[in-house]
């Protein structure tokens, strides 16, 4: 079975850290570029950081550049979404998403989808 599974959300203060995970079976990781995205109560889903199939470019939301970075292990199959500097404007669940070629800000054009993980920045 082709699956994405996130993990590693919770709940955390402003200003702390959380680190996702989004491990792949079935499939390869390192043939696809990795998207996380995140979806809030009531707003449109928002594409927050993308890397490449190799790991040689990754891109960021406006809103998160700086204090999230991506990465990725093919090794393990498994892509990392580290967040720090948490504020409470990141609560979402997020997700991530397995694209064939490069990266793309299009929620459409994702092949696999896991789903989500909660996060909640809250004092």
């Known amino acids: 079975q082709l699956q994405l599974v996130e993990s590693g959300g919770g709940l955390v203060q402003p200003g702390g850290s959380l680190r996702l995970s989004c491990a792949a079976s079935?499939?390869?990781?390192?043939?696809?570029?990795i998207g996380w995205f995140r979806q809030a109560p009531g707003k449109e889903p928002e594409g927050v950081s993308c890397i490449t199939r190799s790991g040689g470019s990754t891109n960021y939301a406006d809103s998160v550049s700086g204090r999230f970075t991506i990465s990725r292990d093919n090794a393990k199959n498994t892509v990392y979404l580290q967040m720090n500097s948490l504020k409470p404007e990141d609560t979402a669940v997020y997700y991530c998403?397995?694209?064939?070629?490069?990266?793309?800000?299009?929620?459409?054009?994702?092949?696999?989808w896991g789903q989500g993980t909660q996060v909640t920045v809250s004092s």
């Open positions: 079935g499939f390869t990781v390192g043939n696809y570029a």
């Open positions: 998403a397995a694209r064939s070629l490069w990266c793309s800000d299009l929620k459409g054009t994702y092949t696999y």
